[in-house]
């Protein structure tokens, strides 16, 4: 039976390759490197582009500084009444400068590189940020804080997340290791390896991702493979608008072992597609669904 909870794929519905698919081709800009953050003066004007940058400005204190966001930008809700300058993929220069940023916030692997590079050339401050790990996420609210001169209140949060995560990792380290399927979308079939956060996130949890190993952030991948590879556990995501429920194809596979034992399930993807500090909140809830003792 097909368990709780919605994972809605994108950073907002229906941005799915913004919010899960990293840009392959996205590169770092030009920019201050970390070090250098905190010697330029604080900044009095931010715009995001990413829905996971602008939950991080509000969580580094900033959120007063924040003027502008990119669509489905909706938390906190403070960040739903600013104004929007497009979305992940395509930006509003106008808009934009009408603005009058300080600074612009960049997603390196979510936004064009094209993008950014065009926005350095009209003279404003890119600064990029990457969650390679979901260590990175608290390193991202201190550098906003330095950013924006709410250092202090950016390295309590900070710490609050890696205090929590810590807690996470201690709790899930006695889980019993089971395969893992993560459907990000069929029609291909889409998943993450490892070295994506929600791998990460699967791993921390005691999953072992069946494609744990390939190569890249994201891969497409055949029924046959997850079929071979059987795993214990499926989690997909509900794509918000889908003529049927994302894992009712499986229910035609009842040899797997997840079909079998009912360990199908669907996660908010609002806190586990975002690398924010809510994604701790989704940990949380993929933990006690991977937790065979429950």
């Known amino acids: 039976m097909i368990g709780a909870g919605k994972l809605l794929l994108a950073a907002g519905r229906g941005v799915f390759l913004a919010a899960v698919l990293p840009l392959a081709t996205a590169c770092s800009p030009g920019g201050p490197q970390p070090a250098d953050l905190a010697a330029a003066a604080p900044v009095q004007r931010i715009v995001t582009l990413s829905p996971h940058l602008a939950e991080l400005v509000f969580t580094a204190g900033a959120g007063g500084r924040l003027v502008g966001v990119v669509e489905f930008s909706d938390f906190p809700p403070e960040a739903r009444r600013l104004p929007r300058i497009g979305d992940a993929f395509r930006v509003d220069y106008e808009a934009i400068a009408a603005l009058r940023p300080e600074l612009v916030l960049a997603w390196t692997s979510g936004n064009p590189p094209?993008?950014?590079?065009?926005?350095?050339?009209?003279?404003?401050?890119?600064?990029?940020?990457?969650?390679?790990?979901?260590?990175?996420?608290?390193?991202?609210?201190?550098?906003?804080?330095?950013?924006?001169?709410?250092?202090?209140?950016?390295?309590?949060?900070?710490?609050?997340?890696?205090?929590?995560?810590?807690?996470?990792?201690?709790?899930?380290?006695?889980?019993?290791?089971?395969?893992?399927?993560?459907?990000?979308?069929?029609?291909?079939?889409?998943?993450?390896?490892?070295?994506?956060?929600?791998?990460?996130?699967?791993?921390?949890?005691?999953?072992?991702?069946?494609?744990?190993?390939?190569?890249?952030?994201?891969?497409?991948?055949?029924?046959?493979?997850?079929?071979?590879?059987?795993?214990?556990?499926?989690?997909?995501?509900?794509?918000?608008?889908?003529?049927?429920?994302?894992?009712?194809?499986?229910?035609?596979?009842?040899?797997?072992?997840?079909?079998?034992?009912?360990?199908?399930?669907?996660?908010?993807?609002?806190?586990?597609?975002?690398?924010?500090?809510?994604?701790?909140?989704?940990?949380?809830q993929l933990c006690r669904l991977l937790d065979d003792r429950a």
Not at 131 to 155: F, K, M, T, W, Y
Not at 177 to 190: G, K, T
Not at 260 to 274: C, V
């Open 114 to 284: 094209e993008t950014l590079q065009r926005l350095q050339e009209l003279g404003f401050r890119v600064v990029a940020l990457e969650p390679a790990r979901l260590d990175d996420i608290g390193v991202h609210i201190e550098q906003i804080g330095d950013l924006a001169g709410s250092g202090e209140a950016a390295r309590q949060a900070a710490r609050r997340y890696r205090v929590r995560l810590e807690q996470l990792r201690a709790r899930a380290a006695e889980a019993t290791p089971q395969s893992v399927f993560i459907q990000l979308a069929e029609r291909p079939y889409f998943t993450v390896t490892d070295q994506h956060f929600l791998g990460q996130a699967v791993r921390l949890c005691g999953g072992q991702n069946i494609f744990g190993d390939l190569p890249g952030l994201t891969a497409i991948v055949s029924k046959e493979s997850i079929i071979e590879a059987a795993p214990a556990v499926i989690i997909a995501s509900d794509m918000g608008g889908a003529a049927r429920l994302p894992l009712e194809a499986w229910q035609a596979w009842q040899g797997l072992p997840a079909v079998r034992n009912g360990r199908l399930y669907t996660l908010d993807a609002d806190l586990l597609s975002r690398p924010s500090v809510r994604i701790l909140d989704g940990i949380e």
